[in-house]
């Protein structure tokens, strides 16, 4: 099977510009969340997406919007675009263990530059 | 507020012992307590998931321990190996609003192996 893509790898943007990343989870997997990776912050979670409703939501601005499509790939919108949001963007997709145990397959990640 | 520490240091070790991470959390009360690995520029992989319930759990050279009464848990790797040379994230799941369970993260734990 193959594993969590995302793309763009790499973005280079302007303040005030906005930005759209795209995630295709594994196939079969209906969950898909991103996050934020920051040296400062670490990994902090945005939103996860389950079948094209938006299930949870972190603690961030309302720049920072999501969408599932109906084949459950997803996109993440960042308008007007800040200085602190350059960081690595990772998408994830849940998979189901034994019982109700769950765990995130990530993606490689989207490193978005903002100048 | 929920709180995830992990030491910030990077631990240096020798190829052959054994390395040993720390994670230790506040105000929370985790379902399962994950770690993964992160190599530089690339999105974590999961290792290993530990439920409350669960005392000890091992997977090859990996064992982790959770200990609820000291809210902490212990990441083991036995004759370590330059290649098991990365970053080691620690993540609390707790259930959110919407149904589902979102990983906290730690800011993780740099391991560096020397041959």
């Known amino acids: 099977k193959a594993g969590v893509t995302q793309t763009p790898r790499y973005l280079i943007k302007t303040r005030g510009q906005q930005v759209t990343l795209s995630c295709s989870p594994i196939s079969g997997h209906r969950s898909v969340s991103w996050y934020q990776q920051t040296p400062g912050q670490g990994l902090q979670f945005l939103f996860e997406?389950?079948?094209?409703?938006?299930?949870n939501k972190g603690n961030f601005p309302g720049r920072f919007s999501g969408r599932q499509f109906s084949n459950s790939r997803s996109e993440m919108n960042v308008s007007t675009l800040e200085l602190g949001d350059s960081a690595l963007y990772l998408c994830?997709?849940?998979?189901?263990?034994?019982?109700?145990?769950?765990?995130?397959?990530f993606g490689p990640g989207t490193r978005l530059l903002v100048l | 507020s929920q709180k995830i520490e992990q030491n910030s240091e990077a631990l240096n070790i020798q190829e052959g012992k054994t390395a040993t991470l720390t994670c230790n959390y506040t105000?929370?009360?985790?379902?399962?307590l994950q770690w993964y690995r992160q190599d530089p520029g690339r999105g974590p992989v999961f290792l290993l998931l530990?439920?409350?319930?669960?005392k000890e759990k091992r997977k090859e050279r990996l064992k982790v321990t959770f200990d609820t009464t000291l809210k902490q848990s212990l990441f083991h790797i036995t004759a370590s190996q330059p290649a098991d040379s990365a970053t080691y994230l620690c993540a609390l799941d707790f259930l959110a609003s919407g149904g589902s369970y979102i990983p906290t993260f730690g800011r993780g734990t740099s391991l560096i192996v020397h041959p």
């Open positions: 997406y389950f079948s094209e409703t938006q299930r």
């Open positions: 994830a997709s849940r998979r189901k263990l034994a019982g109700d145990q769950e765990t995130q397959y």
């Open positions: 530990i439920r409350e319930n669960e």
């Open positions: 105000n929370y009360s985790p379902a399962y």
